[in-house]
């Protein structure tokens, strides 16, 4: 194997089949060793957090490829921590997408003035940004992507679609455990001209609800791992 990327939450080695290799580490985003999922850099280490982030992945990918969505999961090796993908290309310098299912964090921080905390967002408000630490992870819209000819038309169209579907299969599994999803984290690229969803599928990557109070991510793979 042959390291092409090392980064905050995972190493990313290529295989000689042509798929890659995705090595999940302990490492998680935070500060003053508090774990947070929306701080850009490395601020503590929880041991087995990435074997139970591969698990919470494999866990959904699984509901996906059930759900006739194309990710590109292929396999994985818990005990190794390791997951193996389809290679993909990320859309410019990398590029999250948000589904809102409720009006929270930095939405409200920008739109608090039309709207109040926890108001559900009807089907769905996706929204992508440009992953840019030193630029805050600037927002862009479709159009823009397709001005900066990151991604044509058809292609946001399809990320969109899969999106709403993803968050949808989400919400729904969180739903029979009595939790319900507020907003979700997505990453996407393109294989063979072909978008799919890539990276991870995990709880620091989403915020949810129970009984009103935003659950622990660390809590949150409990419980959709001990179920």
């Given at each position: 194997?042959?390291?092409?990327?090392?980064?905050?939450?995972?190493?990313?080695?290529?295989?000689?089949?042509?798929?890659?290799?995705?090595?999940?580490?302990?490492?998680?985003?935070?500060?003053?060793?508090?774990?947070?999922?929306?701080e850009n850099s490395v601020g503590l280490t929880i041991e087995g957090i990435g074997r139970a982030?591969?698990?919470?992945?494999?866990?959904?990918?699984?509901?996906?490829?059930?759900?006739?969505?194309?990710?590109?999961?292929?396999?994985?090796?818990?005990?190794?921590?390791?997951?193996?993908?389809?290679?993909?290309?990320?859309?410019?310098?990398?590029?999250?997408?948000?589904?809102?299912?409720?009006?929270?964090?930095?939405?409200?921080?920008?739109?608090?003035?039309?709207?109040?905390?926890?108001?559900?967002?009807?089907?769905?408000?996706?929204?992508?940004?440009?992953?840019?630490?030193?630029?805050?992870?600037?927002?862009?819209?479709?159009?823009?992507?397709?001005?900066?000819?990151?991604?044509?038309?058809?292609?946001?169209?399809?990320?969109?679609?899969?999106?709403?579907?993803?968050?949808?299969?989400?919400?729904?599994?969180?739903?029979?455990?009595?939790?319900?999803?507020?907003?979700?984290?997505f990453e996407f690229g393109f294989n063979k001209d072909e978008v799919i969803l890539i990276d991870?599928?995990?709880?620091?990557?989403?915020?949810?609800?129970?009984?009103?109070?935003?659950?622990?991510?660390?809590?949150?793979?409990?419980?959709?791992?001990?179920?």
């Amino acid at each position: 194997m042959k390291k092409i990327y090392e980064g905050k939450t995972k190493d990313v080695f290529s295989l000689e089949n042509g798929n890659v290799l995705l090595k999940f580490k302990d490492d998680c985003t935070g500060k003053d060793g508090v774990f947070d999922p929306g701080e850009n850099s490395v601020g503590l280490t929880i041991e087995g957090i990435g074997r139970a982030n591969l698990e919470t992945s494999i866990y959904y990918f699984e509901l996906c490829k059930k759900a006739g969505i194309k990710t590109h999961y292929v396999s994985a090796n818990v005990e190794d921590a390791t997951m193996e993908v389809l290679p993909a290309t990320v859309f410019g310098h990398g590029l999250e997408v948000i589904c809102r299912l409720v009006a929270t964090g930095s939405f409200i921080r920008r739109y608090g003035e039309y709207i109040e905390n926890g108001t559900p967002l009807e089907g769905g408000y996706v929204e992508c940004t440009f992953k840019n630490d030193a630029l805050g992870d600037p927002l862009v819209t479709s159009e823009g992507l397709v001005a900066l000819g990151i991604m044509s038309k058809e292609m946001f169209d399809s990320m969109k679609e899969q999106t709403l579907k993803i968050a949808k299969v989400v919400a729904d599994d969180l739903k029979t455990i009595g939790l319900d999803l507020w907003d979700i984290k997505f990453e996407f690229g393109f294989n063979k001209d072909e978008v799919i969803l890539i990276d991870e599928i995990a709880s620091g990557n989403m915020r949810v609800c129970k009984n009103g109070k935003i659950v622990d991510p660390v809590e949150l793979t409990k419980m959709i791992l001990n179920r």
